[in-house]
Nanobody, 122 residues
Framework: QVQLLESGGGLVQAGDSLTLSCAAS????????MAWFRQAPGKEREFVAA???????YYTDSVKGRFTISRDNAKNTGYLQMNSLKPEDTAVYYC????????????????WGRGTQVTVSS
């Protein structure tokens, strides 16, 4: 059974940092692309960042220079380092995985975690 488990969310102030983790099990993590999405109340789920099995990296424009995605295949874990957080980063953050290359459309991902809440106060 495939599981993706996010952790690391919390309540922080603007300008602070957080690191999210996504622990994967039940799939050959090293050959999967992994992505982070987020969903704020009343909004659609949006792409944040992704890393391919070959470590090609993609970010949405609003987080470039502030967020860093990475993966440790030996630990079957992906990460999202978030610096200089802003109130508009407040959302539930989800990790997702798919066997083929990176795409930014949520429906193209096969596996999802349950999400972790990130709240940034001003």
């Amino acid at each position: 059974q495939v599981q993706l488990l996010e952790s690391g969310g919390g309540l922080v102030q603007a300008g602070d940092s957080l690191t999210l983790s996504c622990a994967a099990s039940g799939l050959p993590f090293s050959i999967y692309a992994m992505a982070w999405f987020r969903q704020a109340p009343g909004k659609e789920r949006e792409f944040v960042a992704a890393i391919s099995w070959g470590s090609a990296i993609y970010y949405t424009d609003s987080v470039k220079g502030r967020f860093t995605i990475s993966r440790d295949n030996a630990k079957n874990t992906g990460y999202l380092q978030m610096n200089s957080l802003k109130p508009e980063d407040t959302a539930v953050y989800y990790c997702a995985a798919r066997l083929r290359g990176v795409v930014t459309t949520p429906s193209e991902y096969n596996y999802w975690g349950r999400g972790t809440q990130v709240t940034v106060s001003s």
